[in-house]
């Protein structure tokens, strides 16, 4: 499933897609909890009982501004919760 | 046996009661709803309602709780529902729903008060792709009904007088607030009041098909919830995804919940 976490305002479309058959059983040891500066992510089960990580409810509302210290005006060259993520499962629409 | 879906949404809730039917010869599980039952909870904690709700529709259906197998429970306030077995997130309770009713369904698009969302679904009914709008009334039931209040108009008159219009008149403001005052702008320039409805509807639909568009629209398209009743935002919906067809359930409403009964009751086996 692909889960898609945000919202489109005036400004643009922010959304966080999380690939979850990517994501069950992680190969990479959850390393997208660590690597969110603003510990945006959190292990849950879902509705067909798979661990899977997702967006913490009051970031969905605030992605534009909470990743924006990540984005290149951050001085970031690539995103650290997709560089973490090895299996490839995360995606941002900005 | 007899499973429950409560469907808890921020204006009201829904029940639904399902009953697990044996037919003979039939090479799959049939089920029948027992019972629905809707309730607006005024001014009733969500706890207290949802209580209320659920034995309102057991007395009308004469059964008991000790009858119920199982209770699964959506919707946002699914946390306050405190004698659910489970909790389901709309996007699976919707999308098991829908493609019980429409085996065709691959997309579904739930529109209710306060919330709306685009899902992509397999044969199954399982949810594989969804989108929502985390931050933004402007595309959801409660704006609808707001603008209606602010023309005087009943919802039903507000849908109606949308489709006797074939004026376009573009909305540019994002947010709810902001287009609220476009409203009264255009109250204040003379623009008949047909016009204005179709502009806030159309203003709706292109939001939530910007939600659906995120996930692809592919196969029959349902739309579910509350929104399903207003003829007006229908037609700005089908123009809007540029689709001909969108089936409509007779009891949109319910469709969550329905979809949650039938997944307490899958559970079971």
Redesign the interface.
Known sequence: MIANYGYKDGSGEYYISIDTDKCIGCLAERACLAACPKQMFEIITDDYDDEVAWIKKPNCRTLAYDCSECKPAGGYSSLPCITACTPGAIKHSW | MITAGIDMGSRSVKVVLLEELKVDGAPALKYGVKKVHIMMPGDLDQDVAADKAYDDALTAAGLKRGDIKAVFATGAGRKQVGFATEG??EM?AGAKGAVFMYPQARTVVDVGAEEGRGMKTDAEG???????????AAGAGSFAEAMSRALQMTLKEFGDASLKSDKTIPMN???TVFAESEVVSLIHASTPKNDIAKAVLDAVAS?VC??VR??GIEGEVVLIGGMVHNAGFVQSLKASMGVDTISLPDMPEYISALGCAL?AAERQH
Not at chain 2, 128 to 136: L, P, Q, R
């Open positions: 389901i997130t699976t399982r949810a594989i792709d969804f989108a929502g709008n985390e931050k933004c403001a994002q947010c939001r910007a939600m995120r996930v997944i």
